[in-house]
T-cell receptor, first 112, second 110 residues
Framework: KAGVTQTPRYLIKTRGQQVTLSCSPISGHRSVSWYQQTPGQGLQFLFEYFSETQRNKGNFPGRFSGRQFSNSRSEMNVSTLELGDSALYLC???????????FGPGTRLLVL | GENVEQHPSTLSVQEGDSAVIKCTYSDSASNYFPWYKQELGKRPQLIIDIRSNVGEKKDQRIAVTLNKTAKHFSLHITETQPEDSAVYFC?????????FGSGTRLLVRP
């Protein structure tokens, strides 16, 4: 099976802009989770989607949002970008149990 | 809120020695505890996991132990090799989310 894929891999934006990141899960996986990874804060949970429904979300401002499509592909959007949003954004997919998660390569976002 | 504490933040061992990384979680409803290895510039990779109904699990040189009463779990790597050098993350799962520890940078000296 093909692994989790994320696009784009690298992105440079300026403050105030918005960005949309995409994640394609492993075939058959219906759960997609998103994480922000920074050197100072480690891996922080953003939100989890299962069958197009958000089941849980982390402690991030409303500028961070996501959605999942009927084919399980997921997108996350960050509006009004801030310098502090510069990070590696990772998605992970898993089967119905949401437990064993497999990570994608990540999208590295730089906000200038 | 839920929290996972991980220690130590850095660990340097001689090749062939053992390495132990410890984590403590706060949410008593946590029922699944994976460990991930992340090499520089790469994605986290699952190396071993344990569920709340099991106390210990071993896979070749890697073992994980879980103490539900103390809300504590540990990763043990025996006969360490230079290729074990990486950042290791523990995590605890409940309510459809994984909470990660802050990571341990393991350096195995040849």
């Amino acid at each position: 099976k093909a692994g989790v894929t994320q696009t784009p891999r690298y992105l440079i934006k300026t403050r105030g802009q918005q960005v949309t990141l995409s994640c394609s899960p492993i075939s058959g996986h219906r759960s997609v989770s998103w994480y922000q990874q920074t050197p100072g804060q480690g891996l922080q949970f953003l939100f989890e989607y299962f069958s197009e429904t958000q089941r849980n979300k982390g402690n991030f401002p409303g500028r961070f949002s996501g959605r999942q499509f009927s084919n399980s592909r997921s997108e996350m959007n960050v509006s009004t970008l801030e310098l502090g949003d510069s990070a590696l954004y990772l998605c992970a997919s898993s089967g119905d149990t949401q437990e064993t998660q497999y990570f994608g390569p990540g999208t590295r976002l730089l906000v200038l | 809120g839920e929290n996972v504490e991980q220690h130590p933040s850095t660990l340097s061992v001689q090749e062939g020695d053992s390495a132990v990384i410890k984590c403590t979680y706060s949410d008593s409803a946590s029922n699944y505890f994976p460990w991930y290895k992340q090499e520089l510039g790469k994605r986290p990779q699952l190396i071993i996991d344990i569920r709340s109904n099991v106390g210990e699990k071993k896979d070749q040189r890697i073992a994980v132990t879980l103490n539900k009463t103390a809300k504590h779990f540990s990763l043990h790597i025996t006969e360490t090799q230079p290729e074990d050098s990486a950042v290791y993350f523990c995590a605890a799962s409940s309510s459809y989310k994984l909470i990660f520890g802050s990571g341990t940078r393991l350096l195995v000296r040849p």
